[in-house]
């Protein structure tokens, strides 16, 4: 249906308006994973993927996690690959660290967890927000960045934390069973978090998370799938 000129100058103020807040709301949940001030890379600069810390489960039929040690080995393999295929996101300048120069960085993988963790509870959840953030990203590992800065010469560091889990057969069976009663029972959860940091300042300029019902790291097609969905966002060079 036409409108006439004169609908259509009285709704311009409106449509205009909606537009404004369309691209305030976009730029709100993007400003919401960058940090005050960062928007991109510079095409220069060169990323470290740090080896990600990641550990499976099996949901036993009580609701117990149990560690699964070759879940887990499959799970690091499968997710280094995948992000082996991403070079269009992550860019050409990449360093890979070995698990081996980890060992020798364990503590600022760790540091990143506890980092994460906290942009997680008190940014991106916003339940339990900090009044000194102003509801910005401003997080920072500090000077315990310094080591890998020096080992690998890197403008920027790729931190990837995650917690996956999945029910076992007999917690399967005890959620039907439970399902017929009324009584709803968790199965499992994928949980990630991904950050870029600054290794000049040890700033976190981007941040991302995951926590979902979904995934699969034990198997490579839905391991990229999880690396896709992780770095959705990831700020690139160009």
Same mark, same amino acid.
């Given at each position: 249906? @036409? ?7 009285? @709704? ?12 305030? $709301?976009?730029?709100? &949940? !993007? ?29 036993? %039929? ?6 699964? %040690? ?10 280094? +690959? %995948? ?6 996101? *992550?860019?050409?300048?990449? &360093? ?20 994460? $963790? ?11 927000? @900090? ?22 010469? #890197?403008?920027? #560091? ?14 399967? #069976? ?11 029972? $968790?199965?499992? #959860? &994928?949980?990630?978090?991904? !950050? ?5 300042? /040890? ?6 998370? @995951?926590?979902?019902?979904? /995934?699969?790291?034990?198997?490579? +097609? ?5 690396? $896709?969905?992780? *770095? ?7």
């Amino acid at each position: 249906m @036409l409108m006439s000129p004169s609908v259509s100058r009285a @709704l311009l103020p409106l449509i205009c308006l909606l537009a404004v807040l369309c691209g305030a $709301q976009a730029q709100a &949940q !993007s400003s919401k994973n960058l940090a005050p001030g960062f928007t991109k890379r510079s095409p220069n600069s060169k990323l470290v993927i740090v080896p990600v810390d990641v550990e499976l489960f099996s949901i036993s %039929a009580g609701g117990v996690p149990e560690p699964k %040690a070759d879940w887990t080995e499959a799970a690091s393999k499968n997710f280094r +690959a %995948a992000l082996g295929n991403q070079k269009d996101m *992550l860019g050409v300048n990449l &360093q890979d660290l070995a698990e081996k120069d980890l060992d020798e960085l364990s503590d600022i993988n760790a540091l990143h967890g506890a980092v994460a $963790q906290s942009v997680f509870l008190h940014h991106m959840l916003g339940t339990i927000a @900090l009044p000194t953030k102003n509801g910005l990203l401003d997080w920072s590992m500090g000077d315990s960045i310094k080591p890998l800065k020096d080992k690998t010469g #890197a403008d920027y #560091a790729l931190f990837t934390w995650i917690r996956d889990s999945y029910a076992s057969p007999e917690r399967k #069976a005890a959620m039907v069973a439970m399902a017929l009663l009324g009584v709803g029972l $968790q199965g499992g #959860a &994928q949980v990630a978090y991904a !950050s870029l940091v600054d290794l000049n300042t /040890g700033r976190v300029v981007w941040f991302n998370v @995951l926590r979902r019902a979904s /995934g699969d790291l034990r198997e490579a +097609a839905p391991a990229v799938e999880t690396v $896709q969905a992780l *770095l959705s966002g990831f700020p690139d060079t160009k």
